[in-house]
């Protein structure tokens, strides 16, 4: 299991808009293939913090995961909302 956590912060006056923006890349990417978990997270103690939590069977759905039309929105649409660059650690999931 290939397992992606990605921090994003954004703007405090783009807390809304952002989670707008990821429910339709999260709506898109637990209906792939491929794809076991899809969680959007949101730090309560730092509300413009989160945390998506991506699980796929494997690195080539994670690439596949990259080429949908859900994803390439997304990730035009976020740049304006940040207030930082995405910071990503990955893992391999051993025990769902």
Same mark, same amino acid.
């Given at each position: 299991?290939?397992?992606?956590?990605?921090?994003?912060?954004?703007?405090?006056?783009?807390?809304?808009?952002?989670?707008?923006?990821?429910?339709?890349?999260?709506?898109?990417?637990?209906? *792939? @293939?491929?794809?076991?978990?899809?969680? #959007?997270?949101?730090?309560?103690? &730092? +509300?413009?913090?989160?945390?998506?939590? *991506? @699980?796929?069977?494997?690195?080539?759905? #994670?690439?596949?995961?990259?080429? &949908? +039309?859900?994803?390439?929105?997304?990730? *035009?649409?976020?740049?304006?909302?940040?207030?930082?660059?995405?910071?990503?650690?990955?893992?391999?999931?051993?025990?769902?």
């Amino acid at each position: 299991m290939h397992v992606t956590l990605v921090e994003i912060n954004v703007h405090e006056d783009k807390i809304g808009q952002f989670i707008d923006v990821f429910r339709q890349n999260h709506l898109g990417s637990v209906q *792939e @293939a491929g794809n076991l978990r899809f969680d #959007v997270l949101q730090d309560p103690e &730092t +509300p413009t913090r989160f945390y998506i939590y *991506e @699980a796929y069977v494997d690195e080539q759905a #994670v690439a596949m995961h990259k080429t &949908t +039309p859900h994803y390439k929105a997304c990730v *035009e649409q976020l740049e304006p909302l940040m207030s930082g660059p995405r910071k990503k650690t990955v893992f391999i999931g051993l025990m769902p």
